[in-house]
């Protein structure tokens, strides 16, 4: 069961082409793991500039098991119905990139810490977790 709730969102600076562009990961592990490629003209010779974090739907509603262990591709299992232990977790990642995510990260946090539903938020905020506006963004 997987619970991807949060995915990072790097953005590079690309020597090829010059251009700033934004990637979007699977996982923590795969952003750390795996080469970066430029969205724009699939050169590998990026620097990582800052990072961001994308809330995303799960792709399970349902709670397997109350571990809190991570799973094999670095994403921790989070109760979804618990949007404070979200809350926490988003913290944690932000603490962890030492980064201002924004005015939007800190608006979602705050509504999930004062125990809003996580989906609720997403659908009152829906520039949050799209796209970001970087000209060129791409999945990895
Ligand atoms: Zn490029």
Redesign the pocket.
Known sequence: MRYNFAMPIYEYA?H????R?SLLWRSFADAQEREAV?P????TN?TRLMSRVAVVRSESSRLDSASDDFSPDGMPDIDENDPKALARFMRKMADETGEDLGDDFEEVVGRLEAGEDPESIEQSMPEFGSSPSSD?FGVM
């Open positions: 690309c090829d082409c010059k251009r562009v430029c724009r003209c699939g050169g990026l060129d």
